[in-house]
């Protein structure tokens, strides 16, 4: 995967050290950058990317990016920096839901997620969006599915007993149960490959906006700190609670437009395999562990609810920027390069 080009400040200078061998530099200056507790750290674009590529570093990496610069103090200093920023992001976006008993910690996520009124993006994909849309829709999302469970996976180490097994039990499935033609990162691979896009990784790092990068970040940040393991936990429940319905829809959406059994699968796999993921992610994962430590249930609240707080500015973005007739990525030009 190769760097994208940068954003702004924070990226043009991050960029620059990491072309080069590891070595010390100092973290931006407050001046031009803002202040990182503040509303605006650089510009929201810039700073998204550059804490992806941040948190990139310890996943699949760059090219022509020295792997020891995953540990090193200068970039953890900047990360930092961004991640203070990013949780102002999301505190000043997310209203943090009052903490629940925590044996009530399944019936409030429940009746979190039912709260939720967001639009519809799957809605709209299923009966009007065009194959276009759909492809953008994809593009977008493969800056996550790519590398589907990865993030949620830093979670395991931190748990122990009924917690952790329910955990492994979903990540299993996310990773094929053993089939890598099964692991749900190939299955939407193969959705890209039907609609004629680059199934590389990261390939369309190039191509998203600053929102497409903050859903794959707030799992990073909740999975790199083990004090935000509630958090983390919550997240995923979020997830596995709102997919199977949106999934199918998505499924119907790829027929309509003429998708076949294989570019389908991954969504219809999703249907299948949700209804199942919510009850154990729900109960057995963020049931037993709110029991084990009950001054976490607000985290797994907060997690979930951080969730569906950016899937719904997610949706809002494509749907508004498809209501004016305009393209969801980043920049209004940027051409989506096919295979
Ligand atoms: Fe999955
Ligand atoms: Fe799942």
Redesign the pocket.
Known sequence: MQLPVPRGPLTDRLFAELARPPHAFGPPPAGPYGDPCGDRYGDEEDAQLALFVCYELHYQGFDGVDDRWEWNPSVLALRERLETWFEGWLARRVSRPPAPPPREVPRALAALVASDDGPSLSAYLRGRGDAAQFREFVVHRSIYQLKEADPHTWGIPRLLGRPKAALVE?QS??YGGGRPERMHAELFRATMRGLGLDDSYGAYLGSVPGVTFAISNVMSLFGLHRRHRGALLGHLAAF?MT?SLPNRRYSQGLRRLGGDAGARRYYDE?VQ??AV?EQIAAHDMCGAFAAEHPGLAGDILYGAACALTLDRLFAEHLLGRWREGRTSLWRADAQVSMR
């Open positions: 979903i499935d996310e596995e997919s999703h395999a949700d993921h």
